[in-house]
């Protein structure tokens, strides 16, 4: 939808991603086997879990990371607005609906829906 809305180029479930100039390559897995689309950039692409393969922290790593500061940072350090644009006037439940009516047969269905729905 963003692609469409900006007027861009999309790839799909990315498995692979080559950028050459104002081009992209983008491979990506099908029922099929393997398909593989040429954008022209700029362009939107939604990567597929086996884009990347996540690395994994060693354990003396953990224990150095343990014992770093943490910085806390609050929207305001980025200059972000996080103030509510909306206003809450009111809430209020649902009314009730009446409980469905297990019918016995088509005729009986047909028959309802023309003397009381006024449908047919």
């Given at each position: 939808?963003?692609?469409a809305?900006?007027?861009?180029a ?7 991603v080559v950028?050459d100039?104002?081009?992209?390559k ?8 393997l398909q ?11 990567a597929?879990?086996?884009l990347?393969?996540p690395r994994?922290?060693?354990l003396?790593?953990?224990m150095k ?8 940072k ?7 607005d996080?103030k509510?644009?909306?206003?809450v006037i ?7 609906r ?5 019918l016995?047969?088509?005729a ?5 829906l023309k ?6």
């Amino acid at each position: 939808m963003l692609a469409a809305l900006l007027g861009w180029a999309q790839g799909t479930f990315a498995s692979k991603v080559v950028i050459d100039g104002d081009k992209a390559k983008v491979t990506r897995e099908v029922d099929g086997g393997l398909q593989t689309v040429e954008l022209k950039m700029p362009a939107i692409v939604t990567a597929d879990l086996r884009l990347n393969q996540p690395r994994y922290a060693s354990l003396p790593n953990i224990m150095k990371a343990k014992k770093k500061p943490l910085d806390e940072k609050s929207p305001a350090d980025y200059g972000a607005d996080v103030k509510p644009r909306l206003k809450v006037i009111k809430t209020e439940e649902p009314g009730g609906r009446k409980a469905g009516v297990k019918l016995k047969s088509v005729a009986e269905l047909v028959d309802k829906l023309k003397n009381e729905a006024g449908v047919l």
